[in-house]
């Protein structure tokens, strides 16, 4: 037996619609479109009359009870001729956090190219040291030259 206690259907013999029993089902279907459509019709005056609010349809008690939720926002549709395209966008946290990044980014390598950073000014600093090492370098090795030259030319006589 499958769970739940109900009977499979398998096995059973099939049952088919006459086509006059569809027919008349149709009719009478259209039947009831037809008078329910007439009565919308007249009621649907009467209807916009009495209300006039644009409140939406209220769910459960919320007709019965006022309910007063200070975090509950309500969605407001606009109109397409309120919509102001030319506004400035509002950007989210997370964007305008970003935004500010690459402008302090920005600022930051711009006084570093200028040398006006602690790390600029270490960095410049670092380089006088080397330029005067391989300088200095340079110089010893021309020394060592010239008194090679000078020895082999005394050498050579």
Known sequence: MPRGGKKGHKGRGKQFSNPEEIDRQMKAQREMEENEGAERGSSAES????????EPKRKGVEGL????NPNRVS???????EIDVN????LSR???????KQKAKERYMKL??????????ADLARLAIIKKQREDAAKKREDLRKEKDAEEAKSKR
């Open 47 to 54: 209807e916009e009359e009495s209300s006039s609010d644009d």
């Open 65 to 68: 009870i006022e309910i007063e």
């Open 75 to 81: 969605q407001k549709s606009k109109k397409v001729v």
């Open 87 to 90: 506004a400035p966008k509002e």
């Open 94 to 100: 997370r964007e305008r956090e970003e935004i500010e």
């Open 112 to 121: 570093h190219l200028e040398g006006k950073t602690e790390q600029a000014r």
